[in-house]
C-alpha cells in the first residue's frame, strides 16, 4: 500500500471510531430553580423643592381659569356672516367668520356659538338656534354677499 491510500485508510478509521461512541451523552446542565419576583422598592423622599413662581412678563397666567368679561353673551349666530361655500369630499363645508375676525370651516351637524348647522346651499348657511330661557327657538340663514 502506498503512504497515501495508508492515510486514508487511518483518517477513515479514525472518523468511524468516533461516531460509533457506546457511551450515553451526558445530561443536560440542571435548570436553576425560579427565582421569585422582586418587588419594586418605594421611592425614598428626596429634599423638598422650592416652587418657581410664574413671571407673566405681560402676557396672560396660563394657569389662571378663563373667565369671559362680564356682560358677555359669548358667540351669537346673528354676529357671524357668511365669507364663502366651497364643495369638501362629501359634501359642502361653510366658511364663516365671527365679528372678532375668527374664521370657522363648518359641515352639516357642526355647532358654532348658540346655533347648530342645519343645512348649507350653494350661497347659504342655515342654522337652528338654541333658544334662551323665555324666548322661542328659531333658526338663523346666512346668505353670501355679492357686492
Do not use: H, N, W
Not at 15 to 29: F, K, T
Not at 34 to 61: C, M, N
Amino acid at each position: 500500500m502506498s503512504p497515501r491510500t495508508l492515510a486514508l485508510a487511518a483518517a477513515a478509521s479514525l472518523v468511524v471510531a468516533g461516531c460509533g461512541s457506546s457511551s450515553p451523552p451526558p445530561p443536560p446542565p440542571a435548570a436553576a430553580a425560579p427565582r421569585p419576583p422582586v418587588a419594586p422598592k418605594d421611592p425614598e423622599a428626596g429634599p423638598t423643592l422650592t416652587p418657581i413662581p410664574y413671571e407673566a412678563k405681560g402676557r396672560r397666567d396660563p394657569f389662571a381659569p378663563l373667565v369671559l368679561a362680564s356682560g358677555s353673551k359669548g358667540l351669537t349666530i346673528g354676529s357671524a356672516k357668511l365669507v364663502g361655500v366651497i364643495q369638501g369630499r362629501t359634501s359642502p363645508l361653510a366658511l364663516v367668520e365671527t365679528s372678532e375676525g375668527i374664521g370657522y370651516i363648518l359641515k352639516s351637524g357642526d355647532t358654532l356659538g348658540d346655533g347648530r348647522v342645519t343645512e348649507i346651499g350653494v350661497d347659504f348657511v342655515s342654522f337652528a338656534v338654541t333658544p334662551k330661557p323665555g324666548e322661542t327657538g328659531g333658526s338663523v340663514t346666512l346668505r353670501l354677499r355679492t357686492d
